[in-house]
């Protein structure tokens, strides 16, 4: 078939082929080098002992990985990735979904301001914010503790971020706040995608308020809860920048998270160890796909639900 | 307004008052920022929860612009995000234009290679990306930094385009190949001004992670501390001067204020550019 094509449209398809490869060089080119080849190259990494000073790393097989998974740090850093995300997600998606209800009607007042406040956390740096809540919840002279202070709640103040049995907690919240408004705003598109006429219809045949939200606004809003599930989970096992900031994975690693422990044996230990270092990673990028996989998988089945229904 | 439209009202405005409070003790943390900002640094002990100080104390802002340099920080923040901005979406329209329209040898290995890493955190790659970028010269270096931040990944951005370009009938690229247009006049005439809310969407989301970016630029900037964004100068600052709060909360100031401007002024395109990402 290909000998059969003029010469005029072969040469039109040609130099299509051409462009076709021309437009996707950027992508291969720096996707290729700055995350498929970190991809492929942690796996290597991780079978070898390398401080990142000598000039070449030296093959040691499976070690680290049995190492990692001897680490007691490991495991519990691991458990507290998992731990901020069983607490942050269902709190993040749960809570932005009855105030995106609330601020969805056109009958409540201010509706653009309150939304705007409650977005604004979103637009700022996250290191930065991290740094300015270490003085909000200062012990001494933070905000929080003069106020439970002056409420007459603490008299000697609560050391939220220096102390183990609260630095977790604390920093949650905040991550909470840091980004609830970016899934109130998914929300309230979700909710856009409703029609009207579809409500109007309801009030018609003399359903309630509470009848309406139980019978149409959730079932329709399924589909958008498992991918705003999956965005928070996804963004919530990557926590690093605000808890490195904000507590550095202390006090006595309470707050030590997957990518900080990461962190700290590749680039914050006296002798960094890459190698030992990539194996957690690897380890913790298994993980994550994982838990994208089975997310995926769960919304190809409510898609197919819906479109049976 | 008579009796019944006031009480039918009255839940909403019930809500509104709670959530009134709400927001304020929301935005409280920036506003008591902003006022210690301009505080004395005894000031920040003793004046507790006032926010007024008793006379603005610019010396902070002095110090934190000139000797911890937030002013090239912040120059450097605003390269590395604009940048990054204009290749990605460059580099993920071109991308998911030609995957979405054409048929090509290794297409299914791109579409493949590019589902499987959607969801790769950052901390899995970055110790080769660091090495390779150090065998390329690339360490140290604003190019360096713009180049790894476009070029982690973005698929996200890819399939929306992807899946826009999909959508578009057949018909309005074979009116334009008529017309005599080129392949790459349909993409940049035709087909990019046509995905403008995809565009919205990418610029938005980019902007923010970029802007926000912590672990790609700390670990590229350790030897040169003239290349630090805002928040890695930040963190740097803390760790120099953990006794100036004022100053920090000057320089915390300084890096927020811009970013909180143009979201108000822009916010329409904010709001709308996230919900895109969601909606489609």
Avoid at chain 1, 171 to 197: D, H, M, R, S
Avoid at chain 2, 33 to 52: C, I, Q, R
């Amino acid at each position: 078939m290909t000998v059969a094509l003029p010469p005029a449209a072969r040469r039109r398809r040609d130099r299509t082929t051409l462009y076709v490869w021309l437009f996707l060089t950027p992508t291969v080119l720096l996707y290729g080098a700055f995350t498929v080849y970190p991809i492929v190259g942690s796996y290597v990494y991780s079978l070898t002992d390398w401080n990142g000073f000598d000039a070449s790393p030296s093959f040691i097989g499976l070690a680290n990985y049995q190492e990692v998974l001897a680490d007691p740090m490991f495991w519990s850093s691991f458990r507290l990735t998992l731990t901020f995300m069983l607490v942050a997600v269902p709190i993040q998606v749960l809570a932005t979904l009855l105030i995106a209800i609330v601020l969805n009607s056109p009958r409540m007042p201010l509706r653009k301001l309150f939304r705007t406040a409650l977005f604004l956390p979103v637009v700022t740096t996250t290191a930065i914010v991290g740094v300015v809540m270490q003085f909000v919840f200062d012990p001494a002279s933070g905000p929080v503790n003069l106020a439970l202070r002056e409420a007459g709640l603490a008299p000697d103040g609560v050391d939220f971020l220096g102390q183990s049995s609260t630095a977790l907690g604390t920093t949650i919240g905040v991550y909470v706040w840091k980004w609830f408004g970016i899934t109130l705003v998914y929300w309230l598109a979700a909710l856009q995608t409703v029609p009207n006429e579809v409500y109007e219809a309801a009030r018609l045949d003399g359903a309630g308020a509470l009848a309406t939200l139980r019978h149409i606004t959730m079932p329709l809003l399924k589909p958008f809860l498992v991918i705003i599930t999956l965005l928070s989970v996804e963004a919530s096992l990557q926590v690093f920048d605000l808890v490195l900031t904000m507590t550095n994975g202390g006090p006595f690693y309470s707050t030590e998270v997957i990518e900080v422990y990461i962190y700290r044996w590749a680039f914050a230990a006296t002798v960094p160890r890459l190698g030992y270092a990539s194996a957690a990673a690897v380890l913790f990028g298994l993980f994550v796909c994982l838990v994208g996989m089975v997310q995926l998988l769960a919304m190809r089945a409510t898609r197919r639900t819906r479109g049976m229904a | 307004m008579n009796a019944a439209t006031v009480l039918r009202r009255l839940p909403w405005w019930l809500a509104a008052a709670a959530l009134a409070i709400g927001c304020l003790i929301w935005i409280y943390p920036f506003l008591w920022m902003v006022s210690a900002s301009f505080k004395t640094s005894a000031e920040v002990f003793t004046k507790g929860l006032d926010l007024l100080p008793d006379a603005p104390e610019w010396a902070n802002y002095e110090r934190a612009w000139v000797e911890a340099e937030f002013g090239k920080y912040l120059l450097n923040t605003v390269i590395i995000t604009v940048c990054t901005v204009v290749v990605v979406v460059v580099r993920c329209a071109m991308t998911g234009y030609v995957l979405a329209r054409h048929e090509f040898r290794g297409r299914k290995l791109i579409m493949g290679v590019l589902v499987a890493t959607l969801f790769v955190p950052a901390g899995y790659t970055i110790i080769p990306l660091v090495d390779l970028s150090q065998k390329l010269g690339l360490l140290n270096s604003l190019t360096g930094i713009i180049l790894a931040m476009s070029g982690a990944a973005n698929v996200a951005a890819i399939l929306l385009y992807f899946g826009y370009f999909r959508g578009i009938p057949k018909e309005l690229t074979e009116a334009a190949l008529i017309d005599g247009a080129g392949f790459a006049t349909i993409f940049f005439r035709v087909m990019l001004p046509l995905a403008k809310p995809v565009t919205a969407t990418v610029t938005v989301l980019t902007f923010l992670s970029t802007w926000n970016a912590f672990f790609l630029p700390l670990v590229f900037t350790f030897s040169r501390p003239d290349l630090r964004t805002v928040s890695v100068g930040m963190l740097a600052f803390v760790g120099e001067n953990a006794t100036d709060w004022s100053g920090m909360a000057a320089a915390a100031t300084i890096s927020l204020l811009p970013v909180v401007v143009l979201f108000v002024v822009l916010q329409r395109y904010f709001i709308e550019g996230i919900a895109g990402a969601v909606k489609s």
